[in-house]
């Protein structure tokens, strides 16, 4: 997986693709994440007999996934290899985390990681760029301006430092020095995991703080990891996180976190179905803020439906199920699932004893999930100033569609649209760019050639030669040499006749010498003249006239005086 590929090998793919491939269309939202859940889970024959039957509904599509799947089985194979290697580092930071030069070299690792994820990202977008091509011409294109410049950079991750930073052996944790950490530190890292949402380095972290009998973690690294349990779906774990906070904050007399962490209980307890143990947290809060109604009005409305005794009826399981719903809400995951589960409660039973309370849920859930779909469209806004359409293009398609009501999925397929326009746009502009520039060289080179500066205008030919001007470039190249070669010849056979017409010895060895210099360069600098035969035959008739002075001097090189002028 790790290696090295020759260009003509990723031209041939190229040239490979072509076809089209439909684009997402817009799903039913909310349950389309569980009729693919329910497909996923078959098995066997079923699942055969279910993609035979797709085939045969779709035979449109079989030749254009053919066509398509050399290249595109090389990317996936790349992003498979990738996401090992992301893999690997995650390991060896968290085990890094604990060694006595942890920031020094989490520092290394985090570049490496960057890198990493900057090459997964590209091929990530190359690969579902290509899916929405529908010719050939399109993605060749798309290919040769971006397959050959990914392939550059993974072959440089390869062949960097990082690659054999990860292919040190792991350490495991039990090797690593407790004394070394640091717990400051430790909670330090876990807190900035939990402000991005990184909830399974919160929880990570945490059952690795390297606490001192007795010790405790602070209050508030205790709440982030109950949050990061709520997050992940380990409400039983977070109850009990909370609950023995609540204790510890009681017997240390800090009031001002004991009526959150009681509602909490009790928000999570009834989401749990606990009903007798929300019930009777609601009634502790009822009693101990009897005199603070905008603080008990949630829980009188949340005791008001458990006082009904009708804890088995759909109504309470429905509150119970949406408000388990929302304590462990994480826009990036649920999406609008959550609104739309208030939105279905509301709509079902509007004269609940917890209407207010599902609307706040409701107008909350909305807040945050308009939020997350902002960020996102931000930085789809950014990437685009950038001129990052394919990582902007795959930011789109890692939304999940079935988490966005119809309206937002509309609203993405036209962002979509969007993007592959400016990206085509950008393209095109691109390429009409550099064929200005080109043909800017292009025409400075023609000057250089008309005013005689040979070597010049072959250097500028000679960068037209990887470009659409290669063929012309050629031509102009062997014609300036031609000229070049012709003109130098003439010199030298000029300096030949003054050596012949001089009477001084010393003056006549300088020019003779001048003369064969010109043309031992033409040999060397103008090989494509087609002069080479009769320059040799020059060379031999000068050398000849230089033996009759001297014969050593062809073994004893002479410098030529300044004073002669070719």
């Known amino acids: 997986?790790?290696?090295?590929?020759?260009?003509?090998?990723?031209?041939?793919?190229?040239?490979?693709?072509?076809?089209?491939?439909?684009?997402?269309?817009?799903?039913?939202?909310?349950?389309?994440?569980?009729?693919?859940?329910?497909?996923?889970?078959?098995?066997?024959?079923?699942?055969?007999?279910?993609?035979?039957?797709?085939?045969?509904?779709?035979?449109?599509?079989?030749?254009?996934?053919?066509?398509?799947?050399?290249?595109?089985?090389?990317?996936?194979?790349?992003?498979?290899?990738?996401?090992?290697?992301?893999?690997?580092?995650?390991?060896?930071?968290?085990?890094?985390?604990?060694?006595?030069?942890?920031?020094?070299?989490?520092?290394?690792?985090?570049?490496?990681?960057?890198?990493?994820?900057?090459?997964?990202?590209e091929y990530n977008a190359l690969n579902q760029r290509l899916l929405q091509k529908t010719d050939l011409q399109a993605a060749?294109?798309?290919?040769?301006?971006?397959?050959?410049?990914?392939?550059?950079?993974?072959?440089?991750?390869?062949?960097?430092?990082?690659?054999?930073?990860?292919?040190?052996?792991?350490?495991?944790?039990?090797?690593?020095?407790?004394?070394?950490?640091?717990?400051?530190?430790?909670?330090?890292?876990?807190?900035?995991?939990?402000?991005?949402?990184?909830?399974?380095t919160v929880i990570s972290h945490y059952e690795q703080l390297p606490l001192e009998a007795g010790q405790l973690p602070s209050f508030d690294t205790t709440f982030l990891y109950g949050q990061a349990l709520l997050k992940t779906s380990r409400e039983p774990e977070a109850r009990k996180v909370f609950t023995d906070l609540l204790s510890v904050i009681r017997k240390q007399d800090?009031?001002?976190?004991?009526?959150?962490?009681?509602?909490?209980?009790?928000?999570?307890?009834?989401?749990?179905?606990?009903?007798?143990?929300?019930?009777?947290?609601?009634?502790?809060?009822?009693?101990?803020?009897?005199?603070?109604?905008?603080?008990?009005?949630?829980?009188?409305?949340?005791?008001?439906?458990?006082?009904?005794?009708?804890?088995?009826?759909?109504?309470?399981?429905?509150?119970?199920?949406?408000?388990?719903?929302y304590l462990g809400y994480n826009p990036d995951r649920d999406g609008y699932g959550v609104v739309e589960q208030a939105k279905k409660y509301i709509a079902e039973y509007?004269?609940?004893?917890?209407?207010?309370?599902?609307?706040?849920?409701?107008?909350?859930?909305?807040e945050e999930a308009d939020a997350w779909l902002k960020s996102v469209l931000a930085r789809i806004d950014s990437l685009v100033e950038e001129k990052k359409f394919q990582e902007a293009l795959l930011l789109v398609e890692r939304v999940p569609r079935d988490i966005l009501p119809v309206e937002k999925q509309e609203m993405l397929r036209r962002k979509n649209d969007q993007l592959l326009t400016a990206e085509s746009i950008s393209i095109e502009t691109s390429r009409l760019v550099q064929e200005q520039e080109l043909q800017e060289e292009w025409n400075q080179g023609m000057l250089l050639l008309e005013a005689?500066?040979?070597?010049?205008?072959?250097?500028?030919?000679?960068?037209?030669?990887?470009?659409?001007?290669?063929?012309?470039?050629?031509?102009?190249?062997?014609?300036?040499?031609?000229?070049?070669?012709?003109?130098?010849?003439q010199r030298a056979a000029e300096i030949f006749m003054r050596a012949n017409r001089t009477g001084d010895r010393e003056s006549k060895i300088k020019l003779l010498f001048a003369s064969r210099k010109l043309l031992q360069d033409i040999l060397i600098k103008y090989p494509q003249s087609g002069l080479s035969d009769k320059v040799n035959r020059n060379l031999v008739r000068i050398e000849e006239e230089i033996n009759r002075i001297d014969p050593t001097l062809l073994t004893t090189p002479v410098t030529v005086g300044e004073g002669i002028t070719p």
């Open 254 to 325: 800090q009031a001002q976190w004991e009526f959150r962490l009681m509602q909490l209980i009790g928000d999570l307890e009834f989401g749990l179905e606990i009903f007798d143990g929300a019930k009777d947290r609601y009634k502790e809060l009822a009693v101990i803020y009897e005199g603070l109604s905008s603080k008990n009005e949630w829980a009188l409305q949340q005791l008001s439906a458990l006082d009904r005794n009708v804890y088995q009826s759909d109504e309470v399981r429905s509150y119970a199920q949406l408000l388990k719903a």
């Open 350 to 366: 509007p004269y609940s004893p917890v209407a207010s309370n599902a609307d706040l849920v409701l107008e909350r859930a909305n």
């Open 452 to 489: 005689r500066e040979y070597d010049q205008a072959i250097e500028v030919f000679t960068s037209l030669m990887a470009s659409s001007y290669a063929v012309k470039a050629r031509e102009r190249i062997d014609q300036a040499a031609k000229l070049a070669a012709k003109e130098d010849r």
């Open 140 to 200: 060749q294109l798309l290919a040769a301006d971006s397959l050959l410049q990914i392939s550059e950079k993974d072959i440089n991750y390869l062949e960097s430092s990082c690659q054999s930073l990860m292919a040190a052996p792991l350490v495991s944790q039990q090797q690593l020095p407790v004394q070394a950490k640091s717990l400051h530190a430790e909670e330090q890292l876990l807190k900035a995991a939990s402000a991005v949402d990184d909830y399974a």
């Open 1 to 121: 997986m790790g290696c090295k590929w020759p260009n003509k090998i990723v031209w041939c793919l190229v040239l490979m693709l072509s076809g089209c491939v439909a684009q997402k269309q817009v799903i039913d939202p909310y349950s389309a994440k569980q009729q693919r859940d329910d497909i996923s889970a078959r098995q066997g024959g079923e699942a055969e007999v279910e993609s035979l039957s797709r085939d045969m509904q779709e035979p449109a599509v079989l030749p254009v996934k053919d066509l398509l799947m050399p290249t595109l089985t090389l990317i996936n194979d790349r992003i498979y290899a990738y996401e090992q290697k992301l893999e690997v580092l995650r390991e060896l930071q968290a085990q890094t985390i604990s060694s006595p030069s942890s920031q020094e070299t989490l520092n290394v690792m985090s570049d490496c990681r960057a890198q990493l994820q900057s090459v997964l990202v």
